[in-house]
């Protein structure tokens, strides 16, 4: 952790419905260190208007804060700043790219270049066929085999109407495991 009295807390945000909720994760986030998000294109169609209480970085900003070499590179400058990553909702299209290392959004590149000596949480959000699909499971197990800690979902009535399992866990339930995450560093 960095020298800062509070954890610095970098929360990715994909597009998955879940994102809807994201006011509430904003709070509670901000209750455990200093915040910056990174949003994917596809969040930004989900994520209430009212909730930026810190710097929110999209993919322009990483491709128009940088004009020449020597210039700071932002996913770099965000894996720097960071003492935790957290990044929920995970959509099931996000872990995809995440468990085979691709990088052609700002939140994946951050991913990408993550040192995983520091936490990385995740809580997927997803509709329950897509948390039961077979390549969810090896998607999971690879980045639990980096060291990434895995917030489950919750079973109950999703935004499309199915009822099981691939709700977003509750805010106090990701917020308690970046604590965890962030005492056993």
Same mark, same amino acid.
Request: glycine residues 2%; charged residues 25%.
């Given at each position: 952790m960095s020298d800062a009295k509070r954890p610095q807390i970098l929360w990715g945000i994909t597009g998955s419905v879940a994102a809807i909720r994201s006011d509430r994760l904003a709070l509670a986030l901000g209750e455990v260190g200093d915040v910056q998000a990174v949003?994917? $294109? $596809?969040?930004?169609?989900? +994520? #209430?208007? @009212?909730? #930026? *209480?810190?710097? !929110?970085? @999209?993919?322009? /900003?990483? =491709? /128009?804060? =940088?004009?020449?070499?020597?210039?700071?590179?932002?996913?770099?400058?965000? $894996? &720097? =700043? %960071?003492? !935790?990553? !957290?990044?929920?909702? *995970?959509?099931? @299209?996000?872990? %995809?790219? +995440?468990?085979?290392?691709? %990088?052609?959004?700002? *939140?994946?590149?951050?991913? &990408?270049? =993550?040192?995983?000596? &520091?936490?990385? !949480?995740? %809580?997927p959000a997803m509709n329950t066929m897509m948390w039961e699909h077979p390549i969810t499971r090896e998607h999971l197990a690879k980045l639990e085999s980096w060291g990434v800690r895995v917030v489950s979902p919750v079973a109950k009535e999703l935004a499309c109407a199915d009822v099981g399992m691939g709700a977003q866990a509750s805010a106090e339930t990701i917020t308690a495991a970046v604590r965890g995450a962030i005492a056993s560093k």
């Open positions: 949003v994917t $294109r $596809r969040a930004k169609h989900f +994520i #209430p208007r @009212d909730i #930026p *209480l810190f710097p !929110v970085h @999209d993919d322009d /900003n990483e =491709w /128009n804060s =940088w004009q020449k070499l020597g210039d700071p590179v932002l996913h770099i400058e965000l $894996r &720097r =700043w %960071a003492d !935790v990553f !957290v990044i929920a909702p *995970l959509s099931a @299209d996000a872990l %995809a790219k +995440i468990a085979i290392g691709m %990088a052609d959004t700002l *939140l994946l590149s951050v991913a &990408r270049a =993550w040192d995983y000596s &520091r936490p990385l !949480v995740v %809580a």
